[in-house]
């Protein structure tokens, strides 16, 4: 059946009934930030659900919000152009688990936080927290615009052959796209629908959004692996062999030169120290836990979330191996001026390009729907986080008389709206990124550098009992450019190396390094200066440190 099925639904590009399902999709989204935006009554049913949602909702809206298209599309490009050095570094994540499970959750779900930031002035006063505000808006703004950016990138390279056209013969050649136009207009429409449904409905919105979001992302992993074994005739252990013997070899375990790019080691450190720091600082993944009724329900969101966190990242690894078959199979495929499958300056457009001419009819607007389900999971949840930090750790912490709990609602979403305007822009702006880097180096280099100082500060409150506010906030703000710099150390030592100094090239360190070593800067910082300056109150150290909340301060 499925023989005779895919020939006759293939076709070249994309055909209306592709577009007729990303159309339908799009209404259910609105639709249902319509349904539950009469549900927000209160601040905190906009923040965080009346800490009444559903475990299985909330894991699954981790894993959508935190996957992004950085991830969906950048993990298989990885593999293509630089095999499965990054993939391994799923290794990590049972360890990653066990840290989360058993001390974060239990630690943050004993304060009743609404913004992670909030425990920092509790342990060490208001200048850290406003310091990890500021880190963490960067961050997460720099990240809703790649999320924009990468996802208008597929959906332009998937659409521009069909979709121009058919707006300029519906319109009577009133209005027309050129390649360049048409991707800003995929963008700014992404920006919009994001933002729109997460104003009417909330963090509710948001994670349940996410849940349709996750299904329809896995179906289209799923869907790709099965057509590409279809059409090559080749399975799982094809693909690995391809990606770690024929095009690309197993990469070294580790290496003495930083500068190596890919080692096991390296990856297993990004990903240990990306999930570890994202669980116990980042506001987008605790709201989360926060958006639960209590410790037991935040642990099974744990659970949840990981669980499905790794079987995506396997999946994606696949997607990215099967490709690479697929494209070595079929070269003609490759779009005019692509030298192959593994040219540096297409590995990111494989996946897209693949979804548009190798997929049959109706499932194209399947796989297109995940795309965009990816990116709006990742932007609605950053812009509905980004609002509650703004609006508990700035505005109601500043703020001389307190709002009305109408006037919080309208400010929070006012607050959305501009957000949402802001990372469209940012979309735009990171567009016009160096092109030597892939989606990967991109969020590693450009807002993954301040993710480490930012879960060392957390992490310095929680552990290290001597250390006080002054020590944290210069750790956190010495760590935060440690961590630019290693980000961003080959642009910044380039005229150097132009000036006849080439070995200084191989100081900047491996992208996925960018993260341990600007962790490593500030939580050695802060332990160092700790013993300098005054440390902090013993109430602070009796009810913020992790030996306090969970066993008491033995020490007063």
């Known amino acids: 059946m499925i023989a005779q099925l895919v020939p006759l639904l293939a076709a070249t590009g994309l055909q209306p009934i592709d577009y007729g399902i990303v159309f339908m999709y799009m209404l259910a989204m609105m639709g249902m930030g319509l349904y539950l935006a009469g549900k927000q009554e209160t601040i905190q049913d906009f923040f965080v659900g009346g800490r009444s949602l559903p475990w ?3 894991g699954l809206s981790m894993v959508a919000t935190l996957m992004s298209t950085l991830t969906y599309l950048g993990a298989p490009g990885e593999i293509i152009k630089h095999g499965i050095a990054q993939f391994l570094g799923v290794l990590a994540m049972p360890f990653v688990f066990v840290i989360v499970w058993t001390l974060w959750v239990p630690f943050f779900m004993r304060l009743n936080l609404t913004s992670a930031y909030e425990y920092l002035e509790m342990r060490f006063g208001s200048g850290a927290r406003l310091l990890a505000v500021l880190l963490y808006v960067y961050m997460r703004f720099l990240w809703m615009g790649a999320v924009i950016y990468s996802a208008s990138m597929a959906i332009a390279v998937i659409t521009q052959d069909t979709a121009p056209g058919a707006i300029a013969k519906l319109t009577g050649g009133m209005i027309q796209f050129n390649e360049l136009s048409w991707f800003y207009f995929v963008l700014i429409s992404t920006g919009v629908v994001s933002t729109a449904y997460t104003v009417l409905g909330g963090i509710s919105a948001v994670i349940w959004t996410d849940v349709i ?3 329809v992302l896995l179906l ?11 059409q090559t005739g080749t399975g799982p252990v094809d693909w690995w062999r391809e990606v770690t013997s024929v095009s690309h070899e197993l990469p070294p375990f580790a290496s003495w030169d930083l500068s190596v790019r890919n080692t096991v080691l390296w990856s297993l450190l990004s990903i240990f120290f990306w999930q570890v720091c994202t669980h116990a600082s980042d506001q ?4 989360r836990y926060f958006s639960n009724k209590d410790m037991k329900t935040a642990r099974r969101t744990a659970v949840v979330g990981f669980t499905i966190d790794l079987s995506m990242q396997i999946l ?3 997607v990215g191996a099967a490709l690479l078959v697929y494209y070595l199979q079929h070269p003609s495929e490759l779009p005019p001026g692509i030298s192959g499958a593994r040219d540096a300056t297409f590995s990111d457009k494989i996946f897209p390009r693949f979804i548009a001419y190798g997929l049959p009819v109706g499932v194209s607007g399947i796989v297109i729907a995940a795309i965009f389900a990816v990116a709006q999971s990742s932007i609605d949840s950053g812009i509905n986080s980004t ?3 703004i609006m508990v750790d700035l505005v109601q912490r500043y703020r001389k008389s307190p709002l009305t709990e109408s006037g919080a609602l309208r400010t929070a979403q006012a607050i959305t709206l501009v957000i949402g305007a802001i990372v469209t822009v940012t979309g735009i702006f990171l567009s016009l990124a160096p092109k030597e880097y892939n989606l990967i180096d991109l969020q590693l280099k450009s807002f993954n550098c301040v993710l480490g100082p930012l879960g060392a500060m957390f992490m310095a409150g929680m552990l290290l009992r001597h250390v ?10 010495v760590g935060a450019i440690s961590g630019l710099m290693f980000g961003f150390m080959d642009i910044l030592l380039t005229p150097i190396v132009q000036l006849g100094f080439p070995q200084t090239a191989v100081v900047a360190p491996s992208p996925f390094l960018v ?3 600007s962790w490593l800067v500030t939580f050695l910082l802060a332990t160092l200066l700790g013993g300098l300056f005054p440390g902090p109150t013993a109430e602070q150290v009796r009810k913020y440190t992790l030996a306090g909340v969970f066993y008491g301060d033995r020490s007063s």
């Open 213 to 215: 979001q996750m299904i």
């Open 468 to 477: 006080g506010q002054v020590p944290i906030v210069i750790a956190g703000i």
């Open 284 to 287: 987008v993944a605790l709201q």
């Open 515 to 517: 993260i341990p070593l």
């Open 316 to 318: 994606l690894g696949m």
């Open 387 to 389: 609002t509650t930090v």
């Open 220 to 230: 289209g992993a799923v869907v790709t692996l099965v057509i590409v074994a279809y």
């Open 56 to 58: 299985m909702a909330t």
